[in-house]
């Protein structure tokens, strides 16, 4: 799992800051300025990067009964078996500096692979995954599954 | 001319190695981890201020410091830095020592219009400015006194103890654990005889010293004398042996996984014996257990060779002897020794092998071309996760040249 992200105060266009609201998730890491996207948050949003531009897109389902996948993850191979087929699925990238999982904040070097889907209230956003390495278990007390990452192996 | 030898080693080098590449990360607390990613194996000063201790694992970190960031060691960076370091410090000398992948032993002289202080100042500056790196720079009279100098002043630190007086003042304040080469068994030995610091250490009888200590230490206490026992050496002295290996990656119970491993290693000994040009005429396997006590496995080789089969042929006979069937094992080494340099004489025990040859050749100009392990041999497709991820393909000891690790 990967159940946050942060990204630099200066990647996010002003208006999307006051459009969103998103002066609530900004966050000073000893001096540097971020914005932090946790899956507890309410609502949970993450930036994408889609059509050229940023955008901040609700992050999964926090419904157990809705017609989408509950929680902010699915599994890259379930989206290829047509998890999506039905809900117009587009792969974005989820810009990030850091991710953040079981209390541990890692590096990321460009973002994560995400899918959007759209729904009756509009587009909606997951993490992509796939098994965790070795590394990333250990890193993250075991998480069987992590993110699927632009351009990097961990 | 005055000279004085010269110590370059830069502070928290894999930490500061990754701000260079990635600026934003400026005093934030950075955590570089190992490729288990369950330890910290180096970490830079906002990180070391919370308390983290270079091994610790994550778990433990994280807890220490909840705002730090963690990063996967990349070791391919940090020998393209620590060349750049060795080629800039290099400047203010005609004779550098590539010590270590951070760490530089150079014989100088203070710049015209300079102290040595003045001299130091400027190489930091230097280094930093070339390299964006922040280096600590120590002059003394012996490579011991330059580095336990340097040790006292980081970070970024520049001094220069050009006199015995002077010398005197600093190590009378440090105990003897402050050398290196001088751990805490050695301390508690020197203990008894009221050897304490490191000036006592200076002022006892050398006689003393090596029954202490052995030749090893006496050559300590010749250099906190202003002696210089090893001269500063601007290429590395032929290997007397070569290994490869390490971690398993892992708990490895299986023998096939472990066989796996076995090849990876003969090859990437195959690859260093090929850059070095010589031949092993013995081979030694090593197995570390995690339930039960390390084994090893030695072969001889007939003839001296370099060539994938033979050496693989003896490397089986090597686990074979190593091998604890059922035992869960965490490490392997590699070892090739009594090395052999050329020119090479055909024997009886060694036919030529044209076909053989042509294969290993071919080898190695696709993985030269292509990548390394590009082209491996099936037999590693046991251990093959390893190969998925590219941090693994360059490690430390794949930083040739240099002295230690
Ligand atoms: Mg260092």
């Known amino acids: 799992m990967c159940t946050g992200t942060a990204l630099a105060r200066s990647e996010l266009p002003l208006a999307l800051v006051s459009q969103h609201r998103l002066a609530e998730r900004l966050y000073d890491r000893d001096g540097r300025e971020e914005f932090q996207f946790q899956w507890w948050q309410s609502p949970a949003v993450l ?7 940023i955008e901040i897109i609700p992050w999964g389902s926090k419904s157990r009964k809705g017609p989408l996948p509950y929680g902010g993850w699915v599994s890259q191979d379930h989206v290829a078996e047509g998890l999506f087929a039905h809900a117009n699925p587009e792969e974005v990238v989820i810009p990030a500096n850091l991710g953040w999982q079981a209390g541990a904040w890692f590096l990321i070097v460009e973002g994560i692979r995400g899918v959007v889907v759209e729904t009756r209230s509009g587009p909606v956003v997951y993490m992509l995954m796939e098994p965790a390495s070795n590394y990333y278990r250990n890193m993250t007390e075991q998480s069987p599954m992590m993110p699927i990452f632009v351009r990097q192996v961990i | 001319m005055k000279t004085l030898v010269g110590f370059g080693d830069a502070d928290s080098f894999y930490a500061s ?54 990063v996967k060691r990349d070791f391919r960076w940090y020998e393209t830095l ?44 230097h280094v930093k400015l070339s390299t964006g790196l922040p280096m600590t720079v120590a002059f003394a009279r012996t490579r011991t006194l330059a580095k336990l100098f340097a040790d006292t002043a980081k970070p970024y630190g520049a001094v220069a103890v050009e006199d015995a007086d002077h010398e005197t003042e600093i190590l009378a304040k440090l105990p003897v654990t402050e050398i290196a080469g001088i751990a805490r068994g050695s301390a508690a030995k020197l203990e008894p005889h009221g050897i304490k610091t490191c000036l006592d250490l200076r002022q006892a009888s050398g006689l003393l010293v090596r029954r202490l200590l052995t030749v090893t230490g006496h050559d300590i206490w010749r250099e906190l004398n202003g002696y210089r026992v090893t001269p500063i050496r601007t290429t590395r002295t032929p290997h007397k042996m070569l290994s490869r290996g390490g971690s398993l990656a892992g708990r490895v119970k299986d023998a096939y996984t472990l066989y796996g491993w076995l090849v990876r290693n003969v090859e990437r000994l195959i690859e260093e014996l090929q850059f070095h040009e010589v031949r092993p005429s013995t081979l030694t396997v090593a197995v570390s257990y995690f339930d039960a006590d390390s084994a090893t496995g030695v072969a001889n080789l007939c003839v001296p060779s370099a060539r994938f089969d033979v050496l693989l042929d003896a490397a089986k006979r090597g686990l074979r002897r190593a091998w604890r069937p059922g035992r869960v094992a ?37 993985n030269d071309l292509l990548g390394r392990w590009k082209l491996r041999s099936g037999a590693t497709l046991f251990a093959n996760d390893w190969y998925d991820d590219p941090a693994n393909e360059h490690e430390v000891c794949d930083v040739r040249g240099k002295f230690c690790f």
């Not at chain 2, 950075?30 to 288990?36: A, C, D, E, I, S």
């Not at chain 2, 080494?333 to 076909?355: E, M, N, T, V």
């Open chain 2, 82 to 125: 620590s060349r750049k370091m060795l080629a800039e410090a290099g400047l203010f000398s005609q004779k550098i020592e590539y010590y270590s992948i951070d760490e530089f032993f150079w014989e100088g002289s203070a710049t015209r219009g300079r102290t040595f202080r003045q001299t130091a100042e400027d190489i930091r500056e």
């Open chain 2, 330 to 366: 965490t490490h392997m080494h590699l070892i090739a020794s009594g090395l052999k340099r050329g020119p090479w004489q055909q024997s009886l025990f060694d036919p030529a092998d044209p076909k053989r040859d042509a294969v290993a050749r071919a080898k190695r100009t696709i």
């Open chain 2, 17 to 70: 190695a990754e701000v260079v590449r990635r600026p934003w990360l400026r005093g934030l607390a950075v955590g570089v981890l190992g490729n288990q990613g369950a330890c910290v194996i180096a970490r830079n000063y906002p990180m070391k201020r919370h308390g983290v201790k270079v091994g610790e694992p994550i778990w433990e970190a994280k807890k220490k410091c909840p705002t730090g960031v963690y």
């Open chain 1, 47 to 53: 930036p994408v990067r889609r059509n050229g531009r």
